[in-house]
């Protein structure tokens, strides 16, 4: 099994700056891909940033330049650095991993969602 915890969401002002960290664990062998979507009630689910094991970035085109995102491959998680946040910015983010387990089987996991509000 493997779980997905992530932290750092919360309440911050337009221009205001977070940072979200995901953290998996349990029977790992590799983590491919690991990144950030999030969803509006009542939306679809939109991608955020997308990392891959060698490092390879992709930002949903709202978010270039103002996001960031990284992983520590030797602790299994990745950060998501939120700069000059807006309104629009508003959401639940849930992070979402792609790997193999120590079984080398393949899994594809989601954590349990981080509320994201920029208001003033």
């Known amino acids: 099994q493997v779980q997905l915890v992530e932290s750092g969401g919360g309440l911050v002002q337009p221009g205001g700056s977070l940072n979200l960290s995901c953290t998996a664990s349990?029977?790992?062998?590799?983590?491919?891909?690991i990144g950030w979507y999030r969803q509006l009630p009542g939306s679809q689910r939109e991608m955020v940033a997308i990392i891959t094991i060698g490092g390879n970035t992709q930002y949903g085109d709202s978010v270039k330049g103002r996001f960031t995102i990284s992983r520590d491959n030797a602790r299994n998680t990745a950060l998501l650095l939120m700069n000059n946040l807006k309104s629009e910015d508003t959401a639940v983010y849930s992070c979402n991993a792609h790997g193999i387990r120590s079984s080398f089987v393949p899994f594809d996991y989601w954590g349990q969602g981080t509320q994201v509000t920029v208001s003033s």
């Open positions: 349990g029977s790992i062998f590799a983590i491919s891909n």
